[in-house]
Nanobody, 117 residues
Framework: QVQLVESGGGLVQAGGSLRLSCAAS????????MGWFRQAPGKEREFIAT????????NYADSVKGRFTISKDNAKNTVYLQMNSLKPEDTAVYYC??????????WGQGTQVTVSS
């Protein structure tokens, strides 16, 4: 079983920055990729960014390219999402997502990000 603990959400003014963290643990934790999704009220959960654990290749949603950066610390089993130039439309609950080598998927509990105009 894999456990994901997210942190770093909060309230920020438009144009500001936040950094989300997601620490993974579990005896069988062997990730293929880790990433972030978000869900705004009344909307479906949407993909934000992902990073391949061994290759470190990244992929971003068009809506956040150039503003968000995903990174990782293999030694800490942690993935980060640096969010700059935040906009009110970035307001959502952000979820950490892991795909293991065995193609199992796990989700974090979510962390609220609120951007005020």
């Amino acid at each position: 079983q894999v456990q994901l603990v997210e942190s770093g959400g909060g309230l920020v003014q438009a144009g500001g920055s936040l950094r989300l963290s997601c620490a993974a643990s579990g005896i069988t934790f062997r990730p293929y990729s880790m990433g972030w999704f978000r869900q705004a009220p009344g909307k479906e959960r949407e993909f934000i960014a992902t990073i391949n654990w061994s290759r470190s290749t990244t992929n971003y949603a068009d809506s956040v390219k150039g503003r968000f950066t995903i990174s990782k610390d293999n030694a800490k089993n942690t993935v980060y999402l640096q969010m700059n130039s935040l906009k009110p439309e970035d307001t959502a609950v952000y979820y950490c997502h892991v795909v293991t080598l065995g193609r199992s998927e796990y989700w974090g509990q979510g962390t609220q990000v609120t951007v005020s105009s």
